[in-house]
Nanobody, 123 residues
Framework: QVQLVESGGGSVQAGGSLRLSCTAS???????MGWFRQAPGKEREGVAG???????SYADSVKGRFTISKDSAKNTIYLQMNSLRPEDTGMYYC??????????????????RGQGTQVTVSS
């Protein structure tokens, strides 16, 4: 089990950028990690994920705009979000699961999750 702490959310106008960070309390060397989001009245949605092999996966809605990366030495993953749209608004959560295949739809069910950070994009 690892504890996850997110940071970097905020409010921006459409077209702006934000970078989210997620730091784990311990090594995530064999983990799949990722981000999911939830907007009011909507289901949780896996946004991006990265496996310990550095393989990445993105939801179609964010491809070309969001980039997930990791710094293994810092036990931290990042989500760089560019060209933000109002529909990207929501609470963003970091999640991690050891030794699992990377499947975006499974990220919201990962056992290790952070408290979330709010992202608000205004038009």
């Amino acid at each position: 089990q690892v504890q996850l702490v997110e940071s970097g959310g905020g409010s921006v106008q459409a077209g702006g950028s934000l970078r989210l960070s997620c730091t784990a309390s311990g090594s995530t060397a064999s983990y799949s990690m990722g981000w999911f989001r939830q907007a009011p009245g909507k289901e949780r949605e896996g946004v991006a994920g990265i496996r310990w092999t550095s393989y990445t996966s993105y939801a179609d809605s964010v491809k070309g705009r969001f980039t997930i990366s990791k710094d293994s030495a810092k036990n931290t993953i990042y989500l760089q979000m560019n060209s933000l749209r109002p529909e990207d608004t929501g609470m963003y959560y970091c999640a991690a699961e050891p030794r699992t295949n990377l499947l975006l739809s499974a990220i919201p069910q990962y056992k290790n999750r952070g408290q979330g950070t709010q992202v608000t994009v205004s038009s």
